[in-house]
């Protein structure tokens, strides 16, 4: 096995173990000091339970990436990123903050990666026509893009092991690539992506359903916002000859990125249509109306998981189509895939009526 190999290796391990050993201690000491979350409307466990699994997950990717990786091109100013958000991740989960603070917390992680590190989108690379974006504009989106997927991975967290499972996949796919193909400008990001995994599967041996301990915002802001530099870097890495994708890489980052995003735009736009607040919470994600169809909580997860995968394995292999071709394609099949659970959310509760 080569060096970099047992690096990876190592740093999986270490990763692993870590959360793997946490986990139970933050269990016992957040029933010691009644740190649980409550069920409520919003919510589908019916038990106090901890939210403060990211904590493991944060101690072993923050411990595993200083130890064995090289912290440049951008990897310290996001391990900075990181922490900022993990204080307002547990902030949240022990006491509950507004939204406006959770956003000047995202404001400060995004400023330190894109001003000191500039890590940034620098061309839309032919979608809609535009290649090289002017500085500012080029700002403006990556701030949006940042912000728009750490939040979507919040807002996917809403079973047991779900937000694990999906930024498992979203990880290791980005993590492939950097390996593959990221040379000495984007090497390093296959380091994030493994101790990432490792943090994750640590946790998941106790988030599955029943779970004894829940992510909480901990956990995942700072899983998004470390998926969202990803995205950005692979994005990037597209703009480099010889990349297995080349100037297709945005639509398959969205591709990657398929639940999350489709859950997050689809709320969002129920919500409008609906004259609520977009913000407003509810229980009309796609993992709500996957249950209401009457899916168990793993079986939900599974059937979300394969969702992502297909959508993942479908922009791999027809990345030679283009962006504009890959985009339509998703939102063609987002638009069927809304109008099927609209459509099955409203004969459902046809049918409670009628009963």
């Not at 301990?213 to 995205?231: A, E, P, R, W, Y």
């Not at 004259?275 to 919470?281: E, Q, V």
Request: aromatic letters at 12%; glycine letters at 10%; charged letters at 10%.
């Amino acid at each position: 096995m080569n060096p970099i190999g047992i690096q990876l290796g190592l740093s999986f391990l270490w990763a692993f173990l870590v959360a793997l050993f946490a986990v139970p201690s933050i269990i016992y000491i957040a029933h010691l000091k009644n740190m649980l979350d409550t069920p409520n409307v919003r919510t589908v466990h019916e038990s106090l339970t901890p939210r403060l699994g990211g904590v493991a997950v944060f101690a072993g990717f923050m411990s595993a990436l200083t130890i064995f990786a090289d912290l440049g091109n951008g990897i310290q100013q996001l391990l900075a990123g990181c922490i900022v958000l993990f204080f307002v991740g547990l902030k949240d989960d022990l006491v509950s903050i507004s939204v406006a603070k959770k956003f000047v917390g995202q404001l400060l992680a995004t400023g330190i990666v894109m001003i000191m590190a500039d890590i940034r989108v620098t061309s839309f690379q032919g979608i809609l026509g535009i290649h090289e974006l002017p500085i500012g504009i080029s700002y403006a989106f990556t701030f949006l893009a940042i912000v728009g997927i750490t939040n979507a991975i919040n807002l996917i967290d809403g079973l047991d092991g779900l937000a694990g499972t999906i930024v498992l996949i979203i990880t290791s796919t980005y993590g492939y690539y950097f390996l593959r193909y990221g040379g000495a400008g984007y090497g390093n990001y296959v380091f994030v992506a493994v101790c990432l995994i490792g943090g994750l599967l640590g946790f998941l041996r106790y988030n599955f359903h029943r779970a004894s301990i829940f992510m909480g915002d901990t956990g995942s802001l700072v899983c998004g916002f470390i998926v969202s530099i990803l995205t950005i870097q692979f994005i990037e890495m597209g703009l480099r000859a010889g990349q297995p994708f080349g100037s297709s890489s945005p639509s398959v980052a969205i591709g990657i990125l398929f639940v999350p995003l489709f859950d997050t735009l689809r709320i969002f736009i129920v919500r409008m249509l609906g004259g609520r607040s977009p913000f407003a919470p509810d229980k009309n994600h796609v993992h709500h109306r996957i249950l209401a169809m009457g899916f168990q909580q793993i079986s939900t997860v599974v059937l979300l998981a394969l969702l992502n995968l297909v959508v993942i394995l479908f922009v791999i292999n027809f990345a030679a189509i283009g962006n504009t071709w890959l985009i339509v394609g998703m939102v063609a099949f987002s638009v069927v895939l809304s109008i099927f659970l609209g459509v099955y959310q409203s004969r459902s509760a046809q049918q409670r009526v009628t009963s």
